[in-house]
């Protein structure tokens, strides 16, 4: 029952000896301690002094209900009737019957009852009205609305007002139905809760936040759901620093069961993690519980995982909105936790029509996957439900194509399950339906990956560039170099800073091992003016490098960048595979880097120096046919004869991807011309050089000027010439208009 069933304990002085009114005080203290057996024994013996009265049998009557015996509380509320006390045990016995067989039916008319011999008592006109939210609703919040009359500061009356007017969609109306509920009862474990949450709907988010301090500061029962809510805001808001902070003073507040459905993985691995994690100890699951949320963090740029973050906020709801009576979450609570927010939602009491054409569209195609031809009517489920069934449907655009997962309350109430298969129908047609069903459209979802989630901050507007290389590092580690860029045409569309006059960026990186555990995490700040005109139409570029040497191995490599100004991201990640270059006894080549500019320079150290060469790298991997191109890269391990001097060949191919097209042309490279050949769409270039050096760095020019717009690929071979040894690296890159 969603209402509170009230007891008002009053004695009524009378003319007993001080023992009994002992025994009395006792009695009721012991029944609003929550011990009612003693206040029995205590009542009993009140009763047999001789002098007990009717309000002796309506205490008794609440303790044996508290108790759990309600047929002796009956017993003892009729007898307070018979005493005198009409209203008061008319009204318990209505307490007694509410859980009885006979129900709500008769718990109302002992209601009634008390209400007739005293129509001003509040707590009979409370229950009476509970009853009515049972069973008649409509009626329900007049009667809640005669208690306040009766008593305007009745516990819990304003907030079932509230409760009443939400249902009706009059949020400010409830709004200020909670509002008179915090007064009359600050301490109230709801109404401030539902009263931010109204506020929120509406778009008031400031006010939402204000409500929910208050709670905090209240100290009451209600500061844990408000340590939630104001997390959810804080991460709507992509405070992620915030909500990460207020999800854990909840959790503090939280039994260690459920914190457990917080942190259970169960609806969002695949099956490998899912094994992996059940084989392992207690004491390993936290380490693999945080690799698995590692492998999903979408942002180098904050320490907080907004996946993880997201996961909580999923949780949260499904507890909130689709819990099931013995615990956890019923099916939409489950679909919820994988899926995230549906982009539509229709039930059986608030018929809601699709009017977004992708809504429609995805609607169609769903139904066209399937050789069955089910009809499409708006805002009602396409797989069948009985007539007088309660249901719901749910469609996601995004997921497998579109999908749309409906669901029905089973027979035990509240609890919806994925909507069943209709009763008596033909084998073949059940075959083909089967395609509709929740469950089944849930498995292939859950086949192809377990949830989904995609960043709602990534949504940055422009085109940024990054491509990683890797060269031989200090001692035994392996140096990666991040390559990263923004053209002056997308630079435009950023907003100015106010406070500096620049446009500014924040940038990260993290890099985590094969196990997902972190192993660097990186975070600056780009700040430059505005591009010109004349910029813009040069096809400016403002390049950038961020290096760190690691050992060697594979990582997962998020990179980040975001917009001071709007707040607005753009995420990226992928495998990267750094090659161990200290090999001493083998022939090895570098990556290699493409670079819009490569010469000589002096300059002992600085961001793009290494070498005695300045490369400032082409992240784009994109150059106009006017622009010459550059190919640099390091060579390891060459042989050196017993003169200390080496020998070796470096041969360049040059390929268009593009039938009957020029490819790149080296304009001038370093060496002796060994072989050249030129076909229709390949060039290959080989130069002999020598040296006196194990390690030597090589780079060329290349010509652009007469190839086409599209694809080049550049290939770079290197022997060793004293041992007859070879190996090669190659890159793409394209000529744009």
Known sequence: MTWIIALSLTIVASGSAAPVDSLRVRAEADIEGGRPERAITGLKRVIDTGKETAQDYVLLGHAYLDAGNQKAARKAFRTAVKKGARAAGNNGLGLAYITSKQGFR??????????????????????????????????AREAFERVIDIDAGYPDAHYQVGLLLE?????????????????????????????????????????????????????????IPANRDLAVIALMNRDFERANKLFGVYFSFLPEAEQRRYQDISLVADD??????????????DALAARFWNRRDPTPLTPENERLLEHYRRVAYALEHYDRPEGGWDKRGEVFIRLGNPDHISRWDDIQAERNRELQETRVNFVNRSRMALPISPGLPIFPV????????????????????????????????????????????????????????????????????????ADLPIDFYYYPADFKGPESRTRLEVYYGLPASEVVRLNVDEKTDLILLDRGVALFDSHWNEVYREVDQMAFRAPTDQQISDGAFIPGVMPVDLPPGTYQMALQVRDVVSGKSQVYQQAVVLEDYHKPSELLISDIELAFATEPTEEPAGEYVKNGL?????????????????????????????????????????????DRALPAKILHGLGRVFRLSEKDREIVIAYDQA????????????????????????????????????????ISFSIVP
């Open 272 to 285: 490998e993690d899912l094994a992996r994690f059940e084989a392992a100890s207690p004491e390993e699951r």
């Open 614 to 658: 300045k490369v400032i790298p082409m992240s784009s991997l994109a150059f106009r046919s006017h622009q010459n191109a550059f190919v640099y890269f390091e060579i390891y391990n060459l042989k050196q004869d017993a003169f200390g001097q080496t020998r070796y060949r470096v041969e360049y191919t040059l390929r268009s991807q593009r």
């Open 691 to 730: 040296g006196n050096r194990p390690d030597e760095v090589a780079y060329v020019e290349l010509d652009l000027t007469e190839t086409q717009e599209g694809g080049q690929l550049v290939r770079v071979a290197v022997t060793d010439l004293q041992v007859d040894e070879m190996v090669s690296k190659e």
């Open 167 to 223: 249902d009706d969609g009059k949020r400010h109306e409830a709004i200020s139905a909670y509002q008179q509920e915090m007064k009359v009862n600050p301490a109230h474990p709801h109404a401030g809760i539902r009263m931010a949450r109204l506020w929120l709907s509406l778009g008031r988010s400031e006010e939402a936040v204000d409500t929910l301090a208050g709670l905090l500061k209240s100290g009451g029962d209600a500061r």
């Open 106 to 139: 008769r718990a109302e008319t002992y209601f009634r009852r008390a209400l007739r011999a005293n129509p001003d008592m509040a707590e009979a006109q409370y229950h009476l009205a509970g009853v009515y939210l049972e069973t008649r609703k409509r009626r």
């Open 386 to 457: 009985a007539a007088n069934a309660k249901w719901e449907y749910w469609i996601y655009t995004q997921v497998e194509g579109g999908i749309e997962i409906t669901f029905s309350e089973n027979f035990k109430g509240r609890r919806y399950d994925f909507a069943p298969f209709p009763l008596r129908v033909a084998p073949h047609v059940g075959i083909q339906l089967a395609g509709f069903q929740g469950g089944v459209v849930m498995q292939n979802v859950v086949a192809s990956r377990p949830s989904r989630y995609t960043p709602d901050f």
